[in-house]
């Protein structure tokens, strides 16, 4: 009576009710041409994002393009940089991390911010504006995407943020 026991087990392993795939361990570019998720070029900066993020998407592209410019004038860089920002919803389907938690991907050249980072956790004791703390942000983790393509790294975490926070606070100090 075997089969009946093996079938019972298994019966018991199955799922019950609904079963969402968990979103990739890695987004990359391919991954988003994939989604059909719109994409803006900004002097040479790809900005994908969600359908409903465009115009904070345009914000930020406009922001970006300038930091990218004083990167490459400052430090020589010519790399190539992509960044996505997606809401709420495309990023529970496309992100590994919770909403919303801004980081790079750097095997992917690509930085992923969230439409707004108002829903992360503390944030709503301090008095700050959402759209300019996303750009901050934003310029720190252009600096996980830069200093490598520079040559600078360390392999320690903590110095690796610090080397971000480097380039986030040099572009804000200058401009």
Known sequence: MRVPS???LMLLLLPFG?????????????LLVARGLPVL????????????AAEVAAIYGAALANGVAWYRAKLGWQGTLTVVVLDAADWQELVALPYPVPHAQRRWDLVVM?????????????DFDDRTLTLSLTFHEIGHIIAPQLGV?????????LIANLFLAAYVRAE
């Open 6 to 8: 093996l079938a019972l």
């Open 18 to 30: 609904r079963v969402e795939a968990a979103p990739p361990a890695d987004l990359s570019e391919r």
């Open 41 to 52: 070029t900004v002097d040479g900066v790809r900005i994908y994002h969600s359908p409903g």
């Open 114 to 126: 969230p439409d707004s980072i108002a829903a992360f956790p503390g944030f709503d004791a301090w």
């Open 153 to 161: 790294a360390s392999g320690n975490h903590w110095v690796e943020e």
